[in-house]
């Protein structure tokens, strides 16, 4: 009984130990990690909540007191303060119970370069760590999808006649290409089109792209007119044609019922027990111009909490759009600290809502219906897929059900930059962070079936080391690598993992290519003679084809890049002190090794980030080469031997 006791976490005791102050609580297991991250502006008040009887019922809040060792809670000045050191620390230690939005991937956006004297639209992708754009560089996004990208760049082409060639083919070009022939570009490669013109048409692309439509459709409509006046009728056509195509895109949008034209997100959330989904629809000058949805597993807190740690995770990343209000379905703590923070990151006034009636009440509706049905369709293809691993159990006579499945391929260049790569399905879906990629150490390139025993030796030998096992093992190959594979689990004593080996028709044998001629892949297992052929009405079986797919782009990528690296490889990476930027640097500024290899002290020092005792490191590096190069590089001479006459 006391046993018992002692495992229990003494809640009372801690809270009789915390202050009536903001700051942040850390929720301890008893292997010392951290469950969960929450800030409170009364860390007392705040913490108490989650033990008082009959103020959660949920089974997670119960079992709070076994599953804690020690509650942790650092102190801060005010509520903003613990806004942002609760977003430091879940981004820091990545607890279990929190919001994680994973790592912001590279956006898609289009760039307007005015330092040219005739601009183009460049579709560009940028991320937080990007470098912002230079001082005439203009960018328009971000764009949610390649489609929405497209169709603006569709309305540019059709309406604003820029050109889409680049510097190149712009400086070689000697006559106008399809785009002039078909009226979307006016050719200022070959043709004398005035540079003031050409601005005319860029600052109407700009308030395009800015959503401006109203403001762009009386400016041409206003040129139109005037165009008519001076009877320049076909002018006044192509302002006419311009005005009537984006009156028709305007219409064709989707608008909310939005007159202030106020830039708004819109948020809704909808939860089954654990499992929160969160939709994000985006307004901008009144019109609804898109939206995200974010999946979660494993929230036991209230819904409140998980707004509030989503709706502080999701706007303190750096460069986010933050608008002028912030729609939420649910009151959260601390609105008028998270509005300050949320105004300075913005530079002007943000307003957080929560909406009981009117129109925002109406947006807020549209929000959790789209939020719901997400997760619907979300759930829908989870049991869709699950099914189809059951399926693909019963089809490989395998023992369990294949939810962690991994592929290796192997890829090289004619035996050279021989490289492998293992992907990784979970539950029918990529994890790409678990990919791994591989470097051959022992193995002759071009040795197919060593390289593959010596990757499996070494993923495995860390499995062992970490339990971490996959539930069915894909080789890409036919029945040689299957039995490599097979050879590898025996030495290692694995008998847990299963085997399939997946080959197209160029890898299997004249008499399996009789089975099923409309058939491209066969699957061959340890215990069954005969392959299995994989057809469309087999949908489990296109797992593995997807699978090794993604296997051989993911091998010939690591590939392309190990060979252009060690190509990129010179005498300079040799030099203690010089790594990729000096290196870039010497070769911009002296043109060649070699003229880095003549020049004086004084030359080097002229070299940005080249300091006199780097210049001397690459004057004696050279000397030093050039003294040793004569004896080891001159043959040695062979001995006289006269020969003797018969």
Known sequence: MSTASTNVFDWEARIKTLPHSPGVYLMKSKRDEILYIGKAKDLKRRVRQYFQEGADPRP???????????IDVLLTHTEKEALLLEATLIQEHQPRFNILLKEEQRYLYLLLDQSHNFPRLQVVRRGPKDKPPKPKQRLFGPYQSGYAVRQALEVVGRCFRLRTCDEREMRNRTRPCLEHQIK?????????????????????????????????????????WDA???????????????????KQLVESQQSVQSEDKVDRDIFGLYREGGEVEIQLLTVRRGRLSGGRSFSFAEQEFDDYEVLESFIS??????????????LLPLEVEGKEDLEELLSERRGRKVTLWFPKRGDRLKLIELAQKNAEQGFLEKQRAEEDNQKRLKRLQKRLELKRVPYRIECIDNSHMQGRYPVSAIVVFEGGYPNRSAYRRYHLKN????????AMKEILTRRFKRGIKEQNFPDLLLVDGGRGQLKMAQLVLEELELDSVELAAIAKKRHQEEEDRKDDPSSTDRIYLVHRKDAIPVRPKHPELLILSKMRDEAHKTAITFHKKTRERKKMQ???????????????????????VKRVEEANLQELMEVPGISEATARVIIE?????????????????RPYKKSSSK
Do not use: W
């Open 184 to 224: 979307r570009c006016d050719a200022p490669c070959v043709l004398p089109v005035p540079v003031e013109e050409y601005n005319a048409h860029i600052q109407d692309v700009v308030l395009f792209l800015e959503g401006k439509h109203q403001e762009l459709i009386d400016d041409l409509s206003q040129k139109m």
């Open 570 to 592: 010179s005498v300079l990476d040799q030099i203690p002190q010089i790594g990729d930027t000096r290196k870039k640097a010497l070769l911009q500024h002296l043109g060649s």
């Open 60 to 70: 997670f809040v119960r079992r709070l007191p076994k599953l804690l060792k020690e």
């Open 621 to 637: 590096f050279f000397k030093s080469a050039r003294s040793v190069q004569p004896n080891e590089g001159r043959k040695k001479a």
């Open 443 to 450: 193995t002759k390139g071009g040795d197919d079936y060593g």
């Open 228 to 246: 008519a006046d001076r009877h320049a009728y076909e002018l006044a056509a192509q302002y006419r044609d311009q005005t009537t195509a984006i």
């Open 313 to 326: 995770a999701y706007y303190l990343r750096e460069h986010v759009d933050i608008p002028r209000e912030v």
